[in-house]
């Protein structure tokens, strides 16, 4: 029996992840699909438009088996922390045969590559790198560069541009993790088709399929936005996304950190900030500066970005800001990778799988987390990072009666 796991945020689930989720039980002859998926806070920093029950419904609906939360550890991180959290607890689950992902590339002959050279270093892309990096160049432009140059000397011509591209670099890092952990999951990579990563226009890719990113802008700005989307979303997301809007749960964005954010701005020390993950360097300082004079989170944003400093960094660094997430706490949660697994939604094939993979997986099985909490251990901890994501994110949500505290220990998994 082959079992694939995808890795998602389904934010909000579209009519490409049903492509994906079709695709990926074809191409591994699969049958069962599991998709780890982001929790309320995500990869690039953003918060997800909607709740993570009701993503997880979309994706249940969509075709999914089992839906399992990549703890707030995790997805809120680089993307090679993502990679590592999100390949560590498919391994983990211990029935997963396939990791099935989209890329540019379309296959993993080009990745493989990069994968190998990222997961030992060898002293000599390290100094290509650090040059690169000392001309000024932001990290990832410049690790692209060392890629190239680095194959090039052993031989392997591979255009630079296959490090630049999103899904590529993601693919990496999923590759990079599968080597690192020594797990024996298959990857399997399919081509992104129509809609680009970072395309702002539905209609533009063709095949009733938009890019997230057009499909959030149109949610967030339109004033008919679900007319604008149903082309490109199945109906059974189109009708989660209308009772999430009507119940005043979302859309929620960056935008809505405002208010809770420059409280902390003009409350919170340098010092207390220089201890927040992936902050150093006198970052601390700019991002204080720059909140003075800035009246919105774009504007700080903008203000604080640089050549150095990506947009998509300091987008992380606003959320570990909101939510107190400090370096030492990312590395305590780094040496063991993710604790549980957390069950989110699960289809009547997923809930008969359940048994399997309670025998199977090297970690619990969680569908209820009362039980786990408050323990003092390291999986307490880590799922009780997972309620303060829940508990700052329903103060995010545009409905007032939504901002209630211990959310997460009361929400039952979705079944469909």
């Known amino acids: ?25 074809e191409e591994c002859a699969a049958d069962l699909v599991v998709s780890v998926m982001s929790g309320h806070f995500l990869q690039r920093g953003e918060p997800a438009l909607f709740n993570k029950w009701a993503r997880a419904e979309m994706a249940v609906r969509g075709g999914v088996d089992l839906v399992v939360e990549l703890p707030a550890a995790f997805s809120v991180r680089s993307a090679s922390a993502f990679a590592h959290g999100s390949i560590s607890l498919l391994d983990k689950m211990g ?3 396939h990791v099935c992902f989209g890329s540019e590339a379309g296959h993993t002959d080009m990745l493989w590559p990069a994968a190998r ?31 190239t140059g680095y194959l090039a000397c052993q031989g392997l011509d591979i255009p630079e541009d296959i490090f630049k591209s999103p899904n590529n ?16 999951i298959r990857p399997v990579a399919i081509k992104r088709f ?67 954010l420059f409280y902390l701005l003009r409350t919170l020390s340098p010092e207390y900030l220089s201890l927040l993950n992936d902050v150093g360097e006198g970052l601390e300082n700019r991002i204080l500066e720059v909140s003075l004079a800035a009246g919105s989170v774009r504007e700080l944003l903008d203000g604080i970005k640089t050549r150095r400093y990506t947009w998509t960094r300091i987008q992380r660094i606003l959320s570990y800001i909101l ?16 604790l549980y697994i957390r069950v989110l939604g699960l289809s009547a094939k997923g ?20 039980p786990f909490l408050n323990k003092g251990d390291n999986l307490s901890q880590m799922l009780a990072f997972d309620v303060r994501a829940t508990d700052i994110y329903t103060l995010l949500c545009p409905g007032k009666t939504v901002a209630r ?3 997460d220990c009361k929400i039952m998994p979705f079944v469909g």
């Open 351 to 370: 809930r008969a799988s359940l048994k399997k993979i309670k025998k199977q997986a090297s970690v619990p099985v969680i569908t209820r987390t009362s």
């Open 323 to 338: 939510l107190g997430y400090t370096g030492d706490m990312a590395h305590a949660f780094d040496i063991n990778g993710p």
């Open 169 to 184: 670099i993601l693919g990496i890092e999923y590759l990079r993790a599968l080597i690192n952990t020594g797990s024996s």
């Open 95 to 97: 029935v997963v045969t």
């Open 405 to 407: 505290r211990g959310i």
């Open 1 to 25: 029996m082959n079992t694939v796991g995808i890795i998602t945020e389904h934010n909000p689930f579209h009519n490409g992840h049903l492509y994906h989720v079709r695709k990926a039980r």
């Open 117 to 147: 050279v990222l997961a030992n270093e060898p002293p000599e892309f390290k100094e290509i790198l650090n040059n690169l990096l000392g001309t000024g160049l932001p990290y990832p432009a410049a690790r692209a560069g060392a890629l």
């Open 194 to 260: 129509a809609a680009g990563y970072h395309d702002r226009e539905i209609g533009t890719g063709g095949a009733n399929i938009a890019s997230a990113t057009s499909i959030r802008e149109r949610l967030i700005n339109d004033s008919n936005r679900t007319e604008g989307i149903a082309a490109v979303v199945p109906s059974a997301s189109l009708e989660v996304i209308k009772r999430e809007i009507a119940g005043g749960q979302g859309p929620v964005y960056i935008d809505n950190y405002d208010r809770i």
